[in-house]
């Protein structure tokens, strides 16, 4: 444990975990779809791109085939802009030309309410129409608010609504892991 | 960095954190532009009035098109100068279009001030869409959104604004802006129609337009209005050209490379030769397109954030 | 006959070179004595004035009553008691009525509504041109008649030179007179504020003080040329100030006011459009302000007065440049001459007397401005000590448009006294 900005930090995840959780995704998403054809891994702004990209990497070394990727920023789509007293930052979107016919695998890296995945399956439908969606995510916290589930989960851990998960990634955080943080 | 405006006026009032965040936030806007269905939730439900006192085409539709790709329900007024002499004020019309629930308010006017004067009397947002001569904050944002694009930067650079500057809030909003962002602006244009007393806001007056394009980055022509001639402002638009035209020429001449940005309409022939406007130098359909993506990003900004309520802040965090 | 005593404040009677305490009797309209410790005994009422200033009563000579026309902004009535309220016993009433003050009927009219209403003395100043149009002479004589004390076209520069001589070299079978509103009108051209850099940040044209000053210098050499008395209203530009040096110096018939605002504020006041900082001729630079300052202390500017113009509220609720000009300064004129002047550094006491009283009586010939035995028993009686802060709401006049809302001054008018009757009082508040 250890204490930071008066809040209770607790690590859930290590790195090696989060590779491990990663790895048996990346297995799974092949698997179910019998193969890497026809695939496109969308990552959510911010940390669920970074993830889509490593989970690529991992398809490639599995498949020996290169999955195209994007990257979805779901600000616009949110169903709490006006109610938020912090401005959302809002990132690019950038996606392939065309969605139609691919089957998604919307990836970000904690699943909590649902409502950021309700609002990315409308920024998707906006850019085509799919064959079909999939989702994957690292962490399932719990207290879903909306009749949606997680296709892949790395893990499923207890949380109290008053906690906050925390993801780091290497890419922005400098290293891989997954936190608790309690209130102090 | 919060956005926490509730009106844009002007640029004047900005700090260059905030101009920054709304040229930031207009990047991935423009993205949206490009989408087959160009259109986003954000302002679903939003009520926006286009209160246009002054005939305007391009920034009306600008506006109009930034409001609808974020999903607002719009309105457009266009008031003609006769019914405002039939005796209801600016504040009437506006208290009489806000009793019907509404959010924003677009407003373009001929008389300096005027949407800082609505913004003292109603409750809705104000976006000020062109006041007399005093700001066109949008235009401002468009231009050092253009102009960024092209240098990765706008600190250091010279930007130059040629024309009608005393009749001008676009170039009001560029000094403003420009200077806030750390460009060094200039101005050149006939004496009659640059007031000498923008020397006290450190902005470089030149006499020459040779002397312009051999040292500036950037030069953004005004539009000449032809009304001006007729107030003995010029003797005419031929002197004008020639004095002050932007040519290929000239432009030869200087020898180097120089961005050439128009707010339009354009005078072709006038205050910018044809196959200038037609040239390599200019990016002015490039600023129309950034138009419409400042816009959205300006209308988002003033939606959201700490002026809207703060309730059900958190239920989406952490995911 | 009534008799009012006032007793125990400090006389300051420049035209009689008096400054010490002394007590004031009045009979029958008039001063009937003046003098240490007057016995209270014969006397209907007595006025107690310890700890106060006694001066001969205000004179405002350049105030906007809007009646007859615009009933709405200001009566004679609501008018003559925001002057008593702001210490005036007389003003001097702007002749841009509707139908305009250029004939006896219209003058005879404001006097008998002033007699009604019974606060200060109005004196009409009747238009130099019929309709204030700038073309045709208007009966002076007629008017003078009725009561009438000086002609002007305010609110308008006459701007026919040839007109204008006619009308001074007329004016000299009277020897009254002429004010100017000096503004050239083609230079001012759509200027609704100061040039400068204001006007530059704001997107407002701007009004320079050449236009100004080729006015105050035409009319001058016209005063010369005809030998009339020519009066530059509300001064505002420093060289205009210079000008009338030189003209008063070579001997030229040549006075002058100016307006608080004009010595007090700039440009800047213009803010973010702030309509009640809007006049004509407009706020100037702060180089102005210090040289209108300094022709009050050398006498180049004779007299102070406020160009008290109301307007109705939602006339000022509008875009700038479609605001009209002017303020309402009846009720802040003398507090703001005491605090920025006296207290300030320019002005003594003495002068702001004559600037406020004695000059205006001289310059207009008006019966007042002095307190010797004799004189018209007009009194103000004024507390130099209360500080106050001016509150639009609290008005007499019909309007509120001021830029001075809010503002801490010191100095008000205690009590004023017409023709030896307490018109008004102020009930500590």
């Known amino acids: 444990m250890s204490l930071q900005n008066g809040k209770n930090e607790k690590q859930v995840l290590d790195a090696r975990m989060v590779e491990r959780s990663l790895r048996r995704i990346a297995h799974q998403i092949v698997e179910r779809n019998q193969g890497a054809d026809g695939l496109l891994l969308v990552g959510i702004q911010t940390r669920g791109v970074n993830l889509a990209q490593r989970l690529v990497a991992m398809i490639a070394d599995i498949e020996k085939t290169a999955v195209p990727t994007g990257k979805l920023d779901i600000t616009l789509y949110r169903d709490d802009l006006r109610h938020n007293p912090v401005q959302p930052t809002v990132r690019s979107t950038d996606l392939p030309a065309d969605i139609t016919g691919r089957k998604v695998v919307l990836v970000d890296d904690v699943f909590y309410t649902g409502r950021t995945i309700r609002a990315a399956l409308d920024a998707l439908v906006d850019f085509g129409r799919p064959a079909s969606i999939m989702l994957a995510v690292l962490i399932d916290r719990g207290h879903q608010e909306l009749p949606i589930r997680a296709d892949f989960t790395g893990s499923s851990i207890t949380t109290r609504k008053d906690e906050d998960v925390i993801v780091r990634v290497r890419e922005i955080d400098g290293a891989d892991g997954v936190w608790i943080e309690t209130p102090g | 960095m919060q956005f926490n405006r509730k009106h844009l006026l002007g640029l004047e009032e900005l700090s260059s954190d905030e101009i920054r965040m709304i040229l930031d936030t207009a990047v991935p806007f423009k993205e949206i532009s490009e989408r087959q269905i160009k259109k986003v939730p954000v302002l679903r439900g939003k009520t926006i009035v286009n209160l246009f006192f002054e005939p305007s085409t391009r920034t009306r539709i600008s506006f109009e098109f930034a409001e609808k790709r974020l999903s607002a329900d719009t309105v457009n007024v266009n008031v003609s100068t006769s019914s405002v002499s039939k005796g209801e004020t600016l504040v009437d019309m506006a208290r009489n279009l806000e009793a019907m629930k509404i959010d924003m308010v677009v407003i373009r006017h001929a008389a300096s001030g005027a949407p800082a004067f609505l913004a003292q009397r109603i409750d809705s947002n104000v976006i000020n869409a062109g006041d007399g001569w005093h700001e066109h904050p949008t235009q401002g944002l468009l231009d050092m959104l253009t102009i960024r694009d092209h240098f990765g930067k706008l600190d250091g650079l010279k930007v130059a604004i040629v024309g009608d500057v005393i009749h001008s809030r676009v170039a009001r909003s560029n000094i403003w802006g420009l200077q806030k962002m750390g460009a060094q602006v200039g101005v050149c244009g006939p004496p009659t129609l640059v007031p000498a007393s923008l020397k006290e806001l450190g902005v470089k007056i030149y006499s020459r337009i040779e002397d312009v394009l051999s040292e500036v980055d950037v030069v953004n022509v005004l539009r000449i209005q032809l009304e001006r001639m007729h107030s003995n402002m010029f003797p005419s638009l031929g002197e004008y050209n020639r004095l002050y035209g932007i040519s290929t020429a000239r432009l030869e001449a200087a020898g180097r490379d120089v961005l050439i940005l128009h707010p339009g309409p354009m005078n072709r022939g006038v205050e910018i030769d044809s196959d200038v406007a037609d040239g390599e130098h200019q990016v002015i359909l490039e600023q129309v397109t950034n138009g419409v993506a400042v816009r959205m990003a300006v209308l988002f900004l003033l939606a959201g954030g700490k002026q809207a309520g703060a309730a059900e802040a958190t239920e989406m965090r952490g995911e | ?429």
């Open chain 3, 1 to 429: 006959m009534k008799r009012l005593l006032i007793r125990g404040g400090r006389l300051v009677d420049p035209a009689n070179t008096v400054d010490e305490k002394l007590d004031v009797l009045l009979s029958g309209g008039k001063v009937a004595g003046v003098g240490k410790a007057i016995d209270a005994a014969e006397v209907d009422e007595v006025l107690d004035a310890t700890g106060k200033v006694v001066v001969p009563g205000l004179i405002d000579m350049h105030v906007h009553l809007r009646e007859p026309g615009r009933e709405d902004e200001e009566t004679v009535e609501s008018g003559c008691r925001a002057a008593a309220a702001g210490g005036f016993t007389a003003v001097a009433a702007m002749p841009n009525t509707e139908p305009v003050t250029d004939d006896q009927a219209t003058v005879g009219y404001i006097i008998r509504e002033a007699i009604r209403a019974g606060y200060s003395r109005v004196y009409p100043i009747g238009a130099i041109t019929r309709e204030i149009k700038g073309e045709n002479l208007a009966e002076m004589g007629s008017m003078l008649d009725a009561g009438a004390v000086a002609f002007t076209d305010d609110g308008h520069c006459l701007a026919s030179a040839e007109v204008l001589r006619k009308a001074m070299t007329y004016s000299l079978i009277f020897d009254v007179p002429i004010i100017q509103h000096c503004e050239d009108p083609e230079l001012v051209g759509d200027g609704v504020m100061n040039s400068g850099i204001t006007a530059t940040r704001l997107g407002l044209a701007g009004n320079p003080c050449e236009a100004e000053e080729v006015i105050v210098y035409r009319d001058c050499a016209l005063a010369r040329l005809t030998g009339a008395r020519f009066h530059v209203a509300h001064i505002s530009a420093a060289r205009s100030v210079d000008i009338v040096r030189n003209f008063k110096a070579e001997g030229v018939r040549v006075t002058a006011e100016a307006t608080p605002h004009h010595f007090i504020l700039t440009d800047e006041a213009v803010g973010d459009f702030d309509t009640n900082a809007k006049m004509a001729p407009p706020l100037r630079g702060a180089a102005d302000v210090v040289a209108v300052r300094k022709g009050l202390a050398d006498g180049t500017i004779d007299c102070i007065a406020s160009d008290h113009a109301p307007h109705h509220y939602d006339e000022k609720e509008a875009a700038f440049a479609n605001a009209p000009n002017g303020i309402v300064g009846l009720e802040t004129s003398f507090a703001l001459v005491y605090t920025e002047l006296v207290l300030g550094g320019v002005l003594d006491f003495s002068t702001l007397v004559r600037r406020m009283s004695t000059a205006p009586a001289r310059l207009l010939k008006l019966p007042g401005g002095s307190l010797a035995v004799g004189d018209q028993g007009d009194v103000t009686v004024l507390d130099l000590d209360i500080n106050w802060t001016i509150d639009k709401h609290k008005f007499y006049s019909k309007c509120r448009n001021t830029p001075f809302h809010g503002r801490q001054v010191t100095g008000r008018a205690v009590a004023t006294v017409v023709g030896g009757r307490v018109v008004w009082r102020r009930d500590g508040d």
